[in-house]
């Protein structure tokens, strides 16, 4: 009986050892211009010093995926070790018209629209990688989009566990509350990945949804 | 079929698809048949909704084809269900129902092309269908 609860414990203690090394591939998905990147940056920068891309005001600036490997997120004593994976902003439409009204030049726009239609083809991809995912929806806007339900719908018929992040806080316009109320069943966290706003509890789902996976 | 004069929308056609039409297809057959009215300048009223790995297929699809289809710029796509904020209960008869009619029935999908179709505007109490002028 003392033999098997010590054999137990040893068990335990290098299943733990093995679990806590495990690097978990953690997905930034929404809609473009929600701050993906911004929220990716604000962490790759927090725990390695490096950003992960470059953000912009016109919309589709992340056409490919980027990653960061081995980022170790040490919260409250504890560390857990990510790949952080920022996906293209995952849209319906795209009009290359659209990038004019940012002073851009129809032949760019036109290069900017066909590498992001590539772009979501390769977010959606990646879709059956991920360990954990982050939704980063921007709180200034209407929640109720169907892209952000059918990622989100995917997502659970994968298994794959969500947090959603409603991002611009800082903003006048934006609302956590109606995030909340679009999706009841998860759990929603207002931050401003722009300014470090409520960081801390962000830290602290990421960590219980890592559990999870 | 939509007509356009100098840039403005003439008219427009909607097509209503009832899911028997799809029920016994397979997920690449629906999404091809789906895109094709969509390519025809309609706007696609489709009983019943996709399952969400087909949703997601959609999207991947229609972006792959704004590169083959010129002026193809994308669509407009919302999905209306009657039970997204059922409880358990509510959940479990509302998957026993759909399980036994092959999808759910209750659901209506509407898809347009985004060069018709400026918005679909939802919220929990109404849609709006707003059109380019």
Redesign the interface.
Known sequence: MVVKAFKNFFKRIFFNLFKSKKELKLGFYGPPNAGKTSLANRICKDFTGEEIGAVSKIPHETRTVQFKEKVEIDYKGKKMLFKMIDTPG??????YEDFLKYRMKKKDAKIRA?EA??G??ES??W?DDMDVVVIVLDATE?P?N??N???I??L??RNIPVLIVANKVDLRKASTKKIE??F?EYDVIGISAKYGKNLEEFYESIFKLAKEA | MVKKIRGKIKGFSIQFLPYSEIRGMDSNQRIKKILNIVLDNNILFLQGRLEPDEETRLIGDTMVMMGHVKSFKGVELAVISGNEKEGFFGKFRTNLVSAIAGGDLGAVTIIGPATIVKEIKRNPKKIELLLKG
């Open positions: 995952i849209a319906t439409k795209i009009d066909k239609t590539q979501v083809v959606i991809k879709l209407n109720y169907q892209v339900l059918t990622i719908g995917n659970v018929a109320e679009a009841p």
